[in-house]
């Protein structure tokens, strides 16, 4: 098996490092005058990517037609329970040909602030061999202790996969 990152695979500890610039372009005339008196648009720029345009919750007085950080925290959660899945599945001689996932997290406002209390991951896999989909689905518990993003937030991450086999469910329910 052929490594990309020779330090992950030998379970050596490394330090990896994230850049991202926000920037605000909702001033308007009048800024932060009042709370209403600014748009909550701004962009997202990675270094070599497509910018992200990003807003508020419409609750919150956003766009609806932006992506907003919880999204994109639910987002982050549900790529990166994806990523380690397929390297568990992998790892395994799981073969899967498809993932698709429809999470929803969900948070709590309390007085000016608020939280996520969880999120519930609702992946439909399909794979070749209907033999092993208890395998199959017993690789999402690794997969979510493998996720950096899951073992970083105070939440619970729920998973409630369903696993498929030429179009049949074979396996699902919680995991």
Same mark, same amino acid.
């Given at each position: 098996?052929?490594? #990309?990152?020779?330090? *992950?695979?030998?379970?050596?500890?490394?330090q990896?490092g *994230?850049?991202?610039?926000?920037?605000?372009?909702?001033?308007?005339?009048?800024?932060? !005058?009042?709370?209403?008196? *600014? $748009?909550? /648009?701004?962009?997202?720029?990675? &270094?070599?990517?497509? &910018?992200? /345009?990003g807003?508020?919750?419409?609750?919150?007085?956003?766009d609806? &037609?932006? %992506?907003?950080?919880?999204?994109?925290?639910?987002? !982050?959660?549900? /790529?990166?329970?994806?990523?380690?899945?397929? %390297?568990?599945a992998?790892?395994?001689?799981?073969?899967?040909?498809?993932?698709?996932?429809?999470?929803?997290?969900?948070?709590?406002?309390?007085?000016?602030?608020?939280?996520?209390?969880?999120?519930?991951?609702?992946?439909?896999? !399909?794979?070749?061999?209907?033999?092993?989909?208890?395998? #199959?689905? &017993? =690789?999402?518990?690794?997969a $979510? #202790?493998?996720?950096?993003? #899951?073992? $970083?937030?105070?939440?619970?991450?729920?998973?409630?996969?369903?696993?498929?086999?030429?179009?049949?469910v074979?396996?699902?329910g =919680? !995991?």
């Amino acid at each position: 098996m052929i490594f #990309a990152c020779r330090g *992950y695979a030998d379970g050596m500890s490394m330090q990896h490092g *994230y850049d991202v610039e926000v920037e605000w372009t909702g001033a308007g005339d009048e800024g932060t !005058a009042t709370y209403r008196s *600014y $748009s909550r /648009q701004h962009v997202v720029r990675i &270094d070599g990517l497509p &910018d992200i /345009q990003g807003s508020a919750d419409r609750t919150f007085h956003g766009d609806a &037609d932006r %992506h907003n950080p919880e999204q994109l925290l639910v987002t !982050a959660l549900a /790529q990166c329970h994806m990523l380690s899945y397929l %390297h568990q599945a992998a790892k395994n001689g799981i073969v899967v040909t498809a993932y698709e996932d429809t999470a929803h997290g969900t948070m709590e406002t309390e007085g000016q602030g608020g939280r996520f209390t969880e999120v519930t991951l609702r992946p439909v896999i !399909a794979i070749t061999d209907a033999a092993r989909a208890q395998e #199959a689905m &017993d =690789a999402h518990l690794q997969a $979510s #202790a493998n996720c950096f993003i #899951a073992q $970083s937030v105070a939440f619970p991450v729920h998973h409630e996969p369903t696993i498929v086999v030429d179009g049949e469910v074979v396996a699902g329910g =919680a !995991a």
